[in-house]
């Protein structure tokens, strides 16, 4: 039987084992891109439901493989359009000096969550109308400009105070995240066009999902940017 040793030092009145450290480092490596994998997924989840509802309303009346082509090519135009803008404001708002008053901005989402708890607004049956109104025009632009009017604010709102809180890895990650959400999403506005309860479900608790998901998110950047503890601070003193 033989023993194996591990080295250890004690480094400003702390015990440092070399294998043991490099193994936490490691773990709390992977178990940060998991977390921003996870929930970089569920953002775009919580933005997309009504875009679903629209993209299968698209595919409803262009069921050729041209057309769908076509919407696939407008759908990523009109995302990157507005993740670029968010990165652009995500950027300028990075030269904050206070970091935790960043954190002010989790009240967005969550405005946008309770917006839709008490809210009416129909986005399908406005794409329905830019769609008769654009049936004779060029399909890519039509689904571009149908994914940035109809999810700009709500895009923009949230994922603005979210890349704020990333670095530029996790930044990195989150994109190649999104860029997987979006193809899948668009295949999903595929398929379900021709499944009848999807729609009148999506309808029913389509809001509901969203808010929850919405409010969920800005309090996580509330808490993840110390702007909750900053307040207590000032609160207490």
């Not at 933005?47 to 082509?69: C, E, G, N, Q, W």
């Not at 996790?170 to 994109?175: D, E, G, P, S, V």
Request: proline share 2%; charged share 15%; with cysteine.
């Amino acid at each position: 039987m033989s023993t194996q040793t591990i080295d250890c030092e004690i480094v400003n009145g702390r015990i440092r084992c070399g294998k043991i450290d490099q193994l936490l480092i490691k773990f709390r490596k992977w178990r940060v891109i998991l977390k921003t994998i996870i929930t970089a997924i569920i953002l775009y989840v919580s933005t997309s439901i009504d875009l679903l509802v629209i993209l299968m309303l698209i595919f409803s009346k262009y069921r050729s493989p041209a057309h769908k082509h076509q919407i696939y090519i407008g759908q990523f135009l009109g995302s990157y359009t507005l993740i670029l803008i968010s990165i652009f404001f995500a950027f300028i708002l990075h030269y904050v000096p206070a970091k935790w008053l960043l954190g002010f901005l989790g009240l967005i989402p969550i405005a946008f969550g309770i917006s839709f708890l008490v809210g009416s607004e129909d986005e399908a049956a406005e794409a329905r109308e830019t769609i008769e109104r654009r049936k004779n025009k060029n399909l890519i632009g039509t689904v571009l400009l149908i994914t940035v009017a109809s999810c700009g604010a709500d895009n923009i709102g949230l994922f603005v105070p979210y890349f704020v809180s990333l670095t530029v890895w996790q930044l990195l990650i989150t994109l190649v995240v999104f860029t997987f959400c979006i193809y899948l999403l668009v295949c999903l506005g595929d398929k379900f066009s021709q499944v009848d309860f999807v729609k009148p479900f999506l309808a029913k608790f389509g809001d509901w999902i969203m808010a929850i998901i919405y409010i969920g998110l800005g309090i996580m950047i509330l808490w993840e940017s110390d702007t909750i503890g900053q307040l207590i601070k000032l609160i207490i003193k």
